[in-house]
Protein backbone atom coordinates (compact mmCIF):
# COMPACT_ATOMS: atom_id res chain seq x y z
CA UNK A 1 0.00 0.00 0.00
CA UNK A 2 1.29 3.05 -1.36
CA UNK A 3 0.15 5.37 1.63
CA UNK A 4 0.06 8.70 -0.25
CA UNK A 5 -2.73 10.02 2.14
CA UNK A 6 -3.72 12.93 3.89
CA UNK A 7 -3.50 14.13 7.01
CA UNK A 8 -7.23 12.69 9.31
CA UNK A 9 -8.01 13.26 12.53
CA UNK A 10 -5.29 11.24 14.21
CA UNK A 11 -3.50 12.48 16.70
CA UNK A 12 0.12 13.72 15.59
CA UNK A 13 1.42 11.29 18.19
CA UNK A 14 -0.23 8.13 16.76
CA UNK A 15 1.09 9.16 12.90
CA UNK A 16 4.90 9.49 14.51
CA UNK A 17 3.85 6.10 16.26
CA UNK A 18 3.10 4.83 13.14
CA UNK A 19 5.96 6.06 10.51
CA UNK A 20 8.52 4.74 13.04
CA UNK A 21 6.82 1.29 12.85
CA UNK A 22 6.96 1.59 9.30
CA UNK A 23 10.63 2.57 8.99
CA UNK A 24 11.66 0.30 11.40
CA UNK A 25 10.03 -2.95 9.64
CA UNK A 26 11.07 -1.39 6.50
CA UNK A 27 14.57 -0.93 7.47
CA UNK A 28 14.72 -5.17 8.27
CA UNK A 29 12.88 -6.24 5.32
CA UNK A 30 14.50 -4.18 2.75
CA UNK A 31 18.28 -5.41 3.23
CA UNK A 32 16.97 -8.85 3.18
CA UNK A 33 14.97 -8.85 0.39
CA UNK A 34 17.59 -7.35 -1.36
CA UNK A 35 19.94 -10.07 0.10
CA UNK A 36 17.74 -12.78 -1.54
CA UNK A 37 17.18 -11.17 -4.97
CA UNK A 38 21.13 -10.68 -5.03
CA UNK A 39 21.21 -14.71 -4.75
CA UNK A 40 18.56 -15.30 -6.63
CA UNK A 41 18.08 -19.03 -7.79
CA UNK A 42 15.75 -21.34 -4.86
CA UNK A 43 16.75 -18.83 -2.53
CA UNK A 44 14.39 -16.23 -4.61
CA UNK A 45 12.09 -18.84 -5.86
CA UNK A 46 11.41 -19.83 -2.08
CA UNK A 47 10.54 -16.44 -0.93
CA UNK A 48 8.42 -15.72 -4.04
CA UNK A 49 6.28 -18.88 -3.55
CA UNK A 50 6.17 -18.22 0.22
CA UNK A 51 4.93 -14.12 -0.61
CA UNK A 52 2.42 -15.59 -3.24
CA UNK A 53 0.64 -18.35 -0.61
CA UNK A 54 0.77 -15.70 1.26
CA UNK A 55 -1.44 -12.98 -0.29
CA UNK A 56 -3.59 -16.12 -1.96
CA UNK A 57 -4.28 -17.13 1.98
CA UNK A 58 -5.12 -12.74 2.48
CA UNK A 59 -7.49 -12.89 -0.59
CA UNK A 60 -9.30 -15.54 0.70
CA UNK A 61 -9.76 -14.19 4.46
CA UNK A 62 -10.97 -10.80 2.46
CA UNK A 63 -13.20 -12.57 0.37
CA UNK A 64 -14.58 -15.20 3.11
CA UNK A 65 -16.98 -17.92 2.53
CA UNK A 66 -14.13 -20.19 0.81
CA UNK A 67 -14.12 -24.21 1.16
CA UNK A 68 -11.08 -25.19 3.20
CA UNK A 69 -10.29 -27.73 -0.13
CA UNK A 70 -10.45 -24.62 -2.24
CA UNK A 71 -7.91 -23.29 -0.25
CA UNK A 72 -5.42 -26.05 0.22
CA UNK A 73 -5.79 -26.52 -3.10
CA UNK A 74 -4.93 -23.06 -4.63
CA UNK A 75 -1.82 -23.44 -1.85
CA UNK A 76 -0.69 -26.60 -3.79
CA UNK A 77 -0.97 -25.52 -7.06
CA UNK A 78 1.54 -22.16 -6.42
CA UNK A 79 3.60 -24.47 -4.76
CA UNK A 80 3.85 -26.83 -7.68
CA UNK A 81 4.21 -23.55 -10.15
CA UNK A 82 7.15 -22.32 -8.47
CA UNK A 83 9.30 -25.65 -8.32
CA UNK A 84 7.90 -25.67 -12.08
CA UNK A 85 9.56 -22.10 -12.91
CA UNK A 86 12.38 -22.91 -10.64
CA UNK A 87 13.22 -25.78 -12.57
CA UNK A 88 12.74 -24.05 -15.93
CA UNK A 89 9.96 -25.82 -17.12
CA UNK A 90 7.91 -22.89 -17.89
CA UNK A 91 5.12 -24.55 -19.78
CA UNK A 92 4.64 -26.68 -16.88
CA UNK A 93 3.84 -23.83 -14.84
CA UNK A 94 1.48 -22.20 -16.82
CA UNK A 95 -0.51 -25.36 -17.14
CA UNK A 96 -0.84 -25.49 -13.86
CA UNK A 97 -2.00 -22.05 -12.69
CA UNK A 98 -4.76 -22.87 -15.27
CA UNK A 99 -5.90 -26.35 -13.89
CA UNK A 100 -5.40 -24.63 -10.88
CA UNK A 101 -7.98 -21.54 -11.80
CA UNK A 102 -10.81 -24.13 -13.30
CA UNK A 103 -10.36 -26.51 -10.14
CA UNK A 104 -10.89 -23.56 -7.71
CA UNK A 105 -13.59 -21.86 -10.09
CA UNK A 106 -15.34 -25.64 -10.39
CA UNK A 107 -15.42 -26.27 -6.43
CA UNK A 108 -15.78 -22.63 -4.72
CA UNK A 109 -19.27 -21.30 -4.14
CA UNK A 110 -21.27 -18.24 -5.35
CA UNK A 111 -17.71 -16.21 -4.96
CA UNK A 112 -15.93 -18.48 -7.40
CA UNK A 113 -14.82 -15.23 -9.53
CA UNK A 114 -13.23 -13.70 -6.81
CA UNK A 115 -11.57 -16.92 -5.26
CA UNK A 116 -10.25 -17.53 -9.10
CA UNK A 117 -9.15 -14.13 -9.06
CA UNK A 118 -7.02 -14.40 -6.03
CA UNK A 119 -5.43 -17.48 -7.10
CA UNK A 120 -4.60 -15.81 -10.90
CA UNK A 121 -3.60 -12.61 -9.03
CA UNK A 122 -0.95 -14.51 -6.82
CA UNK A 123 0.03 -16.50 -9.58
CA UNK A 124 0.98 -13.69 -12.20
CA UNK A 125 3.18 -12.15 -9.49
CA UNK A 126 4.85 -15.59 -9.03
CA UNK A 127 5.79 -16.28 -12.51
CA UNK A 128 6.79 -12.39 -13.05
CA UNK A 129 9.00 -12.16 -10.60
CA UNK A 130 11.15 -15.86 -10.83
CA UNK A 131 11.13 -15.13 -14.75
CA UNK A 132 12.24 -11.48 -14.29
CA UNK A 133 15.18 -12.73 -12.34
CA UNK A 134 16.10 -15.76 -13.95
CA UNK A 135 18.22 -13.97 -16.92
CA UNK A 136 21.79 -14.31 -15.24
CA UNK A 137 23.08 -11.25 -17.03
CA UNK A 138 20.23 -8.32 -16.18
CA UNK A 139 18.18 -10.25 -13.91
CA UNK A 140 19.11 -8.81 -10.58
CA UNK A 141 19.57 -5.14 -11.93
CA UNK A 142 15.97 -5.80 -13.41
CA UNK A 143 14.28 -6.70 -10.56
CA UNK A 144 16.00 -4.57 -8.44
CA UNK A 145 14.90 -1.42 -10.49
CA UNK A 146 11.37 -2.42 -9.81
CA UNK A 147 12.03 -2.70 -6.53
CA UNK A 148 12.96 0.56 -6.14
CA UNK A 149 11.05 1.95 -8.08
CA UNK A 150 7.70 0.60 -6.50
CA UNK A 151 9.76 1.43 -2.93
CA UNK A 152 10.12 5.51 -4.47
CA UNK A 153 6.94 5.50 -5.61
CA UNK A 154 5.84 4.87 -1.90
CA UNK A 155 7.89 6.88 0.19
CA UNK A 156 7.33 9.44 -2.01
CA UNK A 157 3.81 9.36 -2.25
CA UNK A 158 3.99 8.99 1.74
CA UNK A 159 5.68 12.30 2.70
CA UNK A 160 3.77 14.16 -0.46
CA UNK A 161 0.12 13.07 0.39
CA UNK A 162 0.91 13.65 4.65
CA UNK A 163 3.04 17.11 4.11
CA UNK A 164 1.12 18.73 1.30
CA UNK A 165 -2.34 17.25 0.90
CA UNK A 166 -5.08 18.98 -1.35
CA UNK A 167 -7.48 17.42 -3.89
CA UNK A 168 -8.49 14.06 -3.57
CA UNK A 169 -7.32 10.86 -6.22
CA UNK A 170 -9.93 8.80 -6.37
CA UNK A 171 -12.31 9.23 -3.42
CA UNK A 172 -14.84 6.54 -4.22
CA UNK A 173 -12.10 3.69 -3.53
CA UNK A 174 -9.57 5.11 -1.20
CA UNK A 175 -10.76 8.11 0.37
CA UNK A 176 -7.43 9.86 1.77
CA UNK A 177 -5.31 9.47 -1.61
CA UNK A 178 -4.11 12.43 -2.74
CA UNK A 179 -2.80 13.60 -5.85
CA UNK A 180 0.24 15.16 -4.29
CA UNK A 181 0.59 10.96 -3.27
CA UNK A 182 0.64 10.78 -6.64
CA UNK A 183 3.14 13.22 -7.92
CA UNK A 184 5.34 12.47 -5.16
CA UNK A 185 5.30 8.89 -6.13
CA UNK A 186 6.24 9.68 -9.57
CA UNK A 187 9.13 12.20 -9.08
CA UNK A 188 10.53 9.23 -6.57
CA UNK A 189 10.34 6.43 -9.86
CA UNK A 190 11.90 9.42 -11.60
CA UNK A 191 14.80 9.81 -9.31
CA UNK A 192 15.40 6.02 -9.36
CA UNK A 193 15.60 6.05 -13.26
CA UNK A 194 18.33 8.46 -12.94
CA UNK A 195 19.94 7.39 -11.15
CA UNK A 196 20.67 3.60 -12.40
CA UNK A 197 20.94 5.78 -16.12
CA UNK A 198 24.19 8.08 -14.46
CA UNK A 199 25.10 4.54 -13.31
CA UNK A 200 25.52 3.19 -16.81
CA UNK A 201 22.62 0.45 -16.15
CA UNK A 202 20.51 1.65 -19.88
CA UNK A 203 19.40 4.54 -21.25
CA UNK A 204 18.26 7.41 -20.06
CA UNK A 205 15.02 8.42 -21.49
CA UNK A 206 14.25 4.80 -21.90
CA UNK A 207 14.91 4.51 -18.20
CA UNK A 208 12.87 7.49 -17.24
CA UNK A 209 9.65 6.50 -19.28
CA UNK A 210 9.66 3.41 -18.39
CA UNK A 211 10.20 4.49 -14.68
CA UNK A 212 6.80 6.50 -14.77
CA UNK A 213 5.07 3.75 -16.46
CA UNK A 214 5.99 1.23 -13.85
CA UNK A 215 5.23 4.18 -10.91
CA UNK A 216 1.79 4.83 -12.30
CA UNK A 217 0.95 1.20 -12.61
CA UNK A 218 2.15 0.42 -9.44
CA UNK A 219 -0.26 2.96 -7.95
CA UNK A 220 -3.07 1.40 -9.91
CA UNK A 221 -2.15 -1.79 -8.47
CA UNK A 222 -2.47 -0.03 -4.89
CA UNK A 223 -6.37 1.30 -6.02
CA UNK A 224 -7.33 -2.27 -7.21
CA UNK A 225 -6.08 -3.81 -3.55
CA UNK A 226 -8.11 -0.77 -2.26
CA UNK A 227 -10.84 -1.48 -4.38
CA UNK A 228 -11.26 -5.05 -3.43
CA UNK A 229 -11.11 -4.35 0.41
CA UNK A 230 -13.52 -1.53 -0.02
CA UNK A 231 -16.01 -4.10 -2.01
CA UNK A 232 -15.88 -6.51 1.47
CA UNK A 233 -15.82 -3.87 4.05
CA UNK A 234 -12.13 -4.73 5.03
CA UNK A 235 -9.44 -2.39 6.35
CA UNK A 236 -6.01 -4.44 5.56
CA UNK A 237 -5.74 -7.33 4.42
CA UNK A 238 -4.07 -8.76 8.01
CA UNK A 239 -1.84 -7.49 10.47
CA UNK A 240 1.27 -9.94 9.68
CA UNK A 241 3.75 -6.93 8.80
CA UNK A 242 4.24 -3.92 11.47
CA UNK A 243 3.20 -1.08 10.20
CA UNK A 244 1.97 -2.00 7.07
CA UNK A 245 -0.84 -4.51 7.09
CA UNK A 246 -0.76 -7.73 5.35
CA UNK A 247 1.19 -9.16 2.55
CA UNK A 248 -1.56 -7.83 0.21
CA UNK A 249 -0.92 -4.44 1.60
CA UNK A 250 2.47 -4.28 1.31
CA UNK A 251 2.72 -5.58 -2.46
CA UNK A 252 0.19 -4.78 -4.01
CA UNK A 253 1.81 -2.02 -6.18
CA UNK A 254 4.77 -4.58 -6.43
CA UNK A 255 2.90 -7.12 -7.85
CA UNK A 256 1.16 -4.52 -10.67
CA UNK A 257 4.59 -3.24 -11.25
CA UNK A 258 6.61 -6.55 -11.70
CA UNK A 259 3.39 -7.95 -13.75
CA UNK A 260 3.71 -4.95 -15.99
CA UNK A 261 7.61 -5.15 -16.05
CA UNK A 262 7.85 -8.71 -17.11
CA UNK A 263 5.26 -8.38 -19.76
CA UNK A 264 7.31 -5.79 -21.29
CA UNK A 265 10.34 -8.00 -21.05
CA UNK A 266 8.77 -10.95 -22.35
CA UNK A 267 7.65 -8.86 -25.72
CA UNK A 268 10.78 -7.39 -26.13
CA UNK A 269 12.87 -10.76 -25.13
CA UNK A 270 11.34 -13.53 -24.89
CA UNK A 271 10.54 -15.24 -22.17
CA UNK A 272 13.90 -16.66 -21.68
CA UNK A 273 15.15 -13.00 -22.25
CA UNK A 274 12.65 -10.98 -19.97
CA UNK A 275 15.15 -8.78 -18.06
CA UNK A 276 17.30 -7.66 -20.60
CA UNK A 277 13.73 -7.40 -22.71
CA UNK A 278 12.74 -4.89 -20.49
CA UNK A 279 16.63 -2.87 -19.81
CA UNK A 280 18.30 -3.12 -23.38
CA UNK A 281 16.76 -0.35 -25.76
Known sequence: MSGNEAPTTASAKQDSRNL?????????????AVAIVWAGGWLWAVLVVAAAIAMYVEWLLIVGDTPRFVAVFGVGVLLAVG???????????LALVIVGLLGVAWFSRQLWRWIAGGLLYAAVALIASILLRHDAAWGFTALMFVLLVVWATDIGGYFA?????????????????????????????????AGFAMSGLGKTIALLLLGVALSVVSQFGDLFESAVKRRFGV???????????????????????????????????????????????
Open 161 to 193: GRGIGGPKLWVRVSPKKTWAGAVGGLLGSLIVA
Open 235 to 281: KDSSNIIPGHGGVLDRLDGFVAAIAFAALIGTIRGGVDGVARGLMVW
Open 20 to 32: LLRVLTAAVMAPL
Open 83 to 93: ICLALGQHAAG
